[in-house]
């Protein structure tokens, strides 16, 4: 069968800690079938060995090239770029395992990836990634997010600090992470399959669902995690199939 499926993870195929019912069934059946599938997921705070450990250890049978989040897809945007000199700015030292191909340096980088520094977004930080990009580095953004919920109420996340740097350098960043078409186009790029031959599963509608749109694949809304009726019904993005969770997606596809 000529198809291939992108699934988010939060929300789609867990919740927490737990498997989302029917998540096993299905990855087993496009498995079985010889369906190619991957999870795309804007989380920035794990590497990929740290994901895949999280999904196995649900019992999922999945491989370390099926599990693809946004600083991966850096790393697959950098190598496009034959970027070699880079500037990783995250927060988890243990990220840079990932970026082992890559000379890290602070001086006279190609490329600044950038993810949520929190209270680590000082003046000096910001005004060293100023200095990188008025020499020339591209500023390559893991996600562009205004804020994010923290225990103490709505928190600036790193789209902000992005904006500050874009204002001042005059240089538009890189997105990376959903709803940019970026992370859609480099999870899929060895498939060689046209776009609408692609399905998309998520529960986020903008992030997901609208991404999966602009880039021309199927967009399948989950009614589990995040899902919410009233914002589709507010929404000017509709998905192309609304589905009430992952246990559905062998019907909509026709497996078994
Ligand atoms: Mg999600």
Redesign the pocket.
Known sequence: MKTAVLF?????IYQGSQLIPGALDTISLLQKQGIPFRFI?NTTRMTQQNLLKKLVDMGLPVQLDQVFAVPHAAIAYCRSKTYTRIRLVVPDREMEDDFTEFTLTKENPEAVILGDMGAGFTFELLNEIFQNLLGGAELIALHKNKYWHSGSGLTLDVGPFVSALEFASEKKAAIIGKPSPHLFRLAVQNWSLPPEEMYMV???LD??IGGANSVGMKSVLVKT??FRQETVDCSKIVPRYIISSVAELPDLLHIR
């Open positions: 988010d993870l939060d929300g789609v997921t998520g529960d986020d992030g997901d995690g995040k």
